[in-house]
């Protein structure tokens, strides 16, 4: 199956973030998962360009499906405050993949036909910060507490007050969590230029 290398490499991202998302760094801003998650997008614009959107969805809907297996996994796994994964947060988690990368196709494939660089990053750019806003906002934000009182308490940690980034003024620290988040998105979807475009250059070398 031509898109095999796809599948394992999404499945691979998606379960090393599950793991590094435990480890926090930067005063709890970041987590070491931040770093890889990324790189969904880079997989899911390499499948794109190299063998189109249907390619890429079906990569998509992988990783999705290893997503939800993390964390059904981790909400199983009891620490000190309740499950690794809360529920809420694994609603957040499938919601904001399934979305952004689907959005990142559509947009990919309305700026393919332009300059290497434009369809990678302009839809990298895009899709990155609705899956901020959306995981975030779902996962934290107080405006969701409604729908389960038992998931407002697992992460209601996340609504205490705290200086944006840590100097600035007060405001809930699942704010800062996701501007810090968001700030590390943007700047793999810059860097990521470079693979992709190595990895599409090796990947159409190789079906000449």
């Not at 998302?21 to 794109?48: K, S």
């Amino acid at each position: 199956m031509r898109i095999l290398p796809g599948v394992i490499a999404m499945a691979t991202i998606v379960v090393a973030s599950n793991i590094l998302v435990q480890f926090l760094i930067l005063d709890g801003l970041l987590t070491w998962g931040a770093f890889t998650y990324p790189l969904a997008f880079l997989v899911t614009d390499v499948m794109n360009r190299v063998y189109g959107t249907a390619a890429a969805r079906k990569v998509v809907l992988s990783g999705l499906c290893v997503g939800i297996i993390c964390s059904l996994i981790g909400s199983q796994i009891m620490l000190e405050f309740g499950p690794a994964v809360p529920i809420r947060v694994a609603i957040a988690s499938a919601s904001a993949f399934l979305i952004a990368q689907l959005l990142d196709i559509t947009v990919f494939n309305r700026l393919r036909n332009g300059s290497w660089w434009k369809a990678p990053l302009g839809s990298t750019l895009i899709s990155s910060t609705v899956d901020t806003v959306i995981f975030f906002s779902i996962a934290f934000a107080a405006f969701f507490n409604g729908f389960s009182t038992v998931a407002a308490e697992q992460i209601i940690w996340a609504q205490d007050s705290a200086p944006f980034l840590t100097t600035g003024p007060a405001v809930p620290l699942w704010v800062s969590l996701a501007v810090a988040d968001w700030g590390v998105k943007l700047s793999i979807a810059l860097l990521a230029l470079v693979p992709f475009r190595l990895i599409v250059g090796r990947m159409q070398q190789g079906h000449v």
